[in-house]
């Protein structure tokens, strides 16, 4: 038996991420859930695909035991030549058939291609979820602290 893929939206309209509790293909929209903490706070409502991005649950936890998902931004320790330690941040995208971490991307005006540095997800496992792109874009300022 398979399991059903989990998702969770960003909604540019109110700038929120939400819960998607349903997605109907046919109508084109999702039924949402918006939880701020509270039971008071939580509402839930359908909103089309158009205003929404959409980003899938990788299957795996961070080191903390939070759900990782696409667009969301990880940090993990890295070392250099020297054996010392430094944090490097990336964000969770799907290429090549897997999810990666990419940690440094550049646009080559000339050529029109994008060059990135990513790591396979599956392998960070010391990799904890620090943000989102939508929520939190200045956490990609610098990638290495």
Not at 27 to 38: H, I, M, P, S
Not at 59 to 79: C, H, M, P, R
Request: a negative charge.
């Amino acid at each position: 038996m398979s399991k059903m893929p989990k998702f969770r939206a960003w909604d540019k309209k109110y700038k929120m991420l939400m819960r998607v509790n349903q997605i109907d293909f046919l109508k084109g929209t999702a039924w949402l859930e918006a939880d701020q903490g509270d039971h008071e706070t939580r509402h839930t409502l359908t909103r089309c695909f158009d205003d929404l991005i959409f980003m899938q649950y990788t299957g795996l936890k961070d080191k903390n035991g939070v759900a990782i998902f696409e667009w969301d931004i990880v940090q993990s320790t890295w070392y250099d030549v020297d054996n010392n330690p430094y944090k490097k941040k990336g964000e969770i995208t799907y290429v090549g058939a897997q999810y990666v971490i990419v940690y440094d991307s550049q646009f080559d005006v000339e050529t029109g291609e994008i060059t990135y540095d990513a790591h396979n997800l599956t392998y960070a496992e010391d990799a904890e979820v620090i943000g989102n792109i939508y929520e939190n874009p200045e956490l990609l300022s610098s990638g290495i602290e």
